[in-house]
């Protein structure tokens, strides 16, 4: 489990263009910073800072956190704002990735992960504007619940956290890439196979030509 | 001469009545006003409304608020991490209004700079854009959000002037510099109260227009939790 | 006309209480910061200070001006900031007293002060968002235009600046103040008498009971 | 290794394209970007919208690039200083667009922080309010302003570092941090350029990311005028 939420995050930033400016949402995403250069990259903290890095213990500040509010250290050429600035730079557009974990994912491409039906719905965070708002998203997830059920389903019956589509999943089964008007599976991560990902997803989705020839099915 | 408007928390407090609205800053505890909370929950006040990201933690900061039934509804974006908010909202002795964190964020900016209301992608076609109004601009969708405004503001900031001047210290900034603008009294607890000209003219994150009292903290966050300092 | 403008700028300066938040127009506004004690008040510029003080000739920074574009000085305690930040404080209501001029008032108690008919309406600058945002508005003006008409008129002929209510008008006759439904003439400039300000008004105006007591008529 | 982003004003320019909308800082002449106006006068381009408080002066600035009929548009809040703009407004060879300059800079920060509109009462029942919406937000009447957005900004800052984190001097402040997150690409004329980490995290008015290329001033505003300092 801890090894294959590793090989999703280090999959995750191969996906990153350098010089990119980056948000890490909480859980898998986080583990991310792990496997990324942090001189080629920005790594931005909805609650106020761009420019995060990792912190020795013994260099901890109580007072800088991510929006996981674990503590973090401040990279060279780091910057801090309000929250208000921030979700500036997030909904206007200005962030170019951001990685995110998901509950649910649907053939539409649209993303659960803020509420659970029959839960309390007391909770949203920054998680609704990060969607909406950075260039492009990532969404990093195991493959199955822990209930065991999939993740990826025809229509989210979890209430969706936006409407706009995410463009790339990472699970620790496959890596899909969204084509336009639906999912496609572009990688098979580690040692699984189709089969193991057709027996875990009930969204609907292509399967690429690489792939298909490999005779990986 | 210039006023000084360093105030003590009790004489700043009285300003706080209840049934009134109050803005609370800080994303947990960092950058809250931890002294000035502390300070509330003795105070005899009840029906209060609340915006603040959070509400403290289960019997933490706002959290000791909302046990003494002080609390009638709060205002956020994140009440998670509160085990006794959803307790409290399922009796029916707390209201609850949950914002995305940047529409609450630029909601509380525009209470503080007289727009009545903007419109925002975000939560567009979501849960949370129940009974808010939308409207196409340039072919999307966008969602109404109106301004927040308080009666009262108890921020953290890291150092004053004796004239209210504020600067914020990296992440503990946060909600702070927009809450100080929204409300109509604003009290400033401060690490450290400086001579009017120690502070730079160009760093100064909220000018002291803004700010009707400063206090000096007596809590501190530290990596081990809370602290005395007074 | 100097020593009037004078006069109306230090009769203006008596409005302000002390501590309060002061933006000053463009024309005898700007005199009016030579009668105060800049320690008791805080002069706002829209352009982005606040805490302006006067400069010595050879103390001039090109880079500090007020939004008349002269020179200005910086006091202490002061803060710079954004033009979107600075109209915040402004529309948001944070500015006690704009003190501003106008080339009409009327019986309504609106002014105009932006624009002449016929002539190119080619600049507004901050003169609207001062006039809705600003908790009071003190008007000071010479009492009739260049060419002997009155400005204070029944209804403006001049495009208005905002439909909200000066609350006090000081002119080098007189000094009125909005009664909620009308001005009142509250003061006499000067060896101004009743008859000079009614010669040379239309607007409709009442006379406090001091002034007809002192048998000013 | 971090990407530094100082380029030549004329290589910065390239992405200047005819009929583009261009942001320009300054109030008059004071924190306007005149070294990269200078090298635009030179460039060859037409039909631009501008949108910048004012149109530089009569043949100065801006005013350049008017007479030179590369301006097709100008967005701004007062045009009145450079009596050229009513003549060729006048004559049909400009379209203006005159806002209030406090709903100037809020649209314009609105454009970069995904804002598609605000309500503002500025305006309200005067001439400006002209062909706009209004709506009754609280029992007030407030007037719509939609975002302003453009494909290039011209700003300038006082000193940044090779990232392309700024700080802004004094009142040469203005537009200028609004205008560099409202753009697709961000061009800033600086003073000075020092080595990443010398700005202070706190202080840094306009974070990197906005900023995609940094010149340095050839040109710069004295007590006796513009004076070359390239």
New interface residues.
């Given amino acids: 489990m801890g090894n294959s939420r590793e090989l999703i995050a280090k999959r995750a930033a191969d996906e990153l263009e350098p010089?990119s400016?980056v948000n890490l949402g909480i859980g898998i995403p986080t583990l991310v910073a792990n496997y990324i250069d942090d001189?080629?990259y920005?790594l931005?903290?909805?609650?106020?800072?761009?420019?995060v890095t990792s912190v020795e213990e013994d260099a901890?500040?109580?007072?800088?956190?991510n929006a996981g509010?674990l503590p973090v250290g401040?990279a060279?050429?780091?910057?801090?704002?309000?929250?208000?600035d921030?979700?500036?730079?997030?909904?206007?557009?200005?962030?170019d990735v951001a990685i995110l974990g998901a509950l649910q994912i649907d053939s539409k491409g649209r993303i659960a992960n803020w509420?659970i039906p029959g839960k309390?719905?007391?909770?949203?965070?920054?998680?609704?504007?990060l969607l909406?708002?950075a260039k492009k998203i990532i969404i990093t997830t195991n493959h199955v619940a822990n209930d065991g059920r999939p993740k990826l389903v025809d229509e989210c019956t979890f209430?969706?956290?936006?409407?706009r589509v995410a463009e790339t999943i990472i699970t620790d089964l496959a890596v899909f890439k969204w084509q336009g008007e639906h999912y496609e599976l572009v990688e098979l991560m580690g040692d699984s196979t189709i089969e193991d990902v057709q027996a875990n997803t009930t969204a609907f989705y292509t399967i690429c030509n690489e792939l298909l020839q490999e005779g990986k099915v | 001469m210039h006023l000084d408007i360093q105030l003590s928390i009790d004489e700043a407090l009285k300003h706080v009545k209840s049934d009134q609205t109050l803005m609370v800053g800080g994303f947990g505890l960092v950058g809250s006003p931890l002294s000035i909370i502390e300070h509330l929950t003795k105070h005899d006040v009840s029906g209060l409304t609340v915006i603040s990201n959070n509400v403290g933690e289960a019997g933490e900061g706002l959290g000791i608020l909302l046990r003494q039934g002080k609390l009638k509804k709060a205002i956020g974006s994140y009440f998670t991490s509160n085990r006794d908010v959803a307790k409290y909202y399922n009796e029916g002795k707390l209201e609850l209004e949950l914002l995305p964190q940047g529409t609450l964020s630029e909601a509380i900016r525009a209470g503080g700079a007289g727009i009545g209301g903007f419109y925002t992608k975000t939560a567009v076609g979501t849960n949370l854009a129940k009974g808010k109004e939308t409207k196409e601009i340039n072919g999307e969708t966008y969602l109404l959000q109106e301004a927040l405004k308080a009666d009262v503001a108890i921020i953290k900031a890291w150092k004053a002037d004796r004239l209210g001047n504020l600067v914020y210290y990296k992440t503990a900034r946060n909600f702070n510099p927009n809450m100080a603008t929204a409300a109509a009294y604003v009290i400033a607890e401060v690490d450290e109260i400086v001579d009017v000209g120690e502070l730079s003219p160009d760093e100064i994150a909220t000018p002291h227009l803004y700010v009707d009292a400063i206090v000096k903290s007596e809590l501190t966050l530290t990596k081990d939790g809370v602290k005395n300092i007074g």
């Fill in positions: 010089h400016f001189k080629l920005t931005h903290t909805e609650n106020g800072l761009l420019g901890i500040d109580p007072l800088i956190v509010k401040e060279l050429g780091a910057s801090y704002f309000s929250s208000a921030s979700f500036a730079m997030i909904r206007g557009g200005h962030i509420a309390d719905i007391i909770g949203v965070g920054g998680a609704m504007d909406e708002g209430p969706i956290t936006s409407e």
